[in-house]
């Protein structure tokens, strides 16, 4: 039983490049979330989606696209990455609602340059 | 923002008991989750609490108090392992999720 994957774990890329950060969850979970955490920040929210085919804004979208073609997937690219988007990302995802328990990926670290 | 505030650093001795607190603003609150977080890991699923009032779960404890929008984890009979970060994350407006900047507990023999 996979849970929740990311890929890659580490990413160096430079700024102005579009990057995709892949999460993939074998639950069939409805709920999917991406999270940035820095220091002194905390975990933020990006955006989250519902079900397939239905995303939400978190906290922090600027700069981030997110999709979910199938329930299982839910990849978040950076169009034109910049230094402030150095962290480490989290994929998480939940049964049916905001309020079950999220199970979390185990992160992406992404360096620009 | 929410203004989530939580102690930066705890220091506890094993064998003892640890409550680290969390405070938050009411406004269109929901309920209040506890995340724990090792070092170098992802976060892991400690407590959801809607109601007032404590809620026990083996030797962690976690409350709420929804009128003075304050919350606390209490840790009993601590261990080496409990050496981590805790995350106070309340829901808002049930779709907004947001994290303190957690409290980093280190556990000493």
């Known amino acids: 039983d996979a849970g929740i994957t990311q890929s890659p774990r580490y990413k160096i890329t430079e700024t102005g490049r579009q990057v995709t950060l892949m999460c993939h969850q074998t639950?069939?979970?409805?709920?999917m979330f991406w999270y940035r955490q820095d220091l002194g920040h905390g975990l933020r929210l990006i955006y989250y989606s519902a079900a397939a085919d239905i995303t939400d804004k978190g906290e922090v979208p600027d700069g981030y696209v997110v999709s979910r073609s199938k329930t299982e997937n839910f990849p978040l690219t950076l169009e034109s990455a910049t230094r402030s988007q150095t962290s480490v990302y989290f994929c998480a995802s939940s049964e049916h609602t905001m309020t079950d328990t999220q199970y979390f990926g185990p992160g992406t670290r992404l360096t620009v340059l | 923002g929410q203004n989530i505030d939580q102690p930066t650093e705890m220091t506890a001795t094993e064998g003892a008991i640890v409550q680290i607190n969390c405070t938050y603003q009411t406004s269109g609150f929901n309920g209040l989750f506890w995340y724990q977080q090792h070092a170098g890991e992802a976060p892991t699923f400690l407590s959801y609490?809607?109601?007032?009032g404590l809620e026990e779960k083996g030797r962690f404890s976690s409350f709420l108090s929804r009128s003075k929008g304050y919350s606390y984890l209490l840790l009993k009979e601590l261990q080496m392992k409990d050496s981590a970060s805790y995350l106070c994350?309340?829901?808002?407006?049930?779709?907004?999720?947001?994290f303190g900047a957690g409290t980093r507990l280190t556990v000493k023999p």
């Open positions: 609490n809607v109601l007032d």
């Open positions: 994350a309340p829901l808002y407006n049930n779709n907004d999720m947001r």
């Open positions: 639950w069939s979970h409805s709920y």
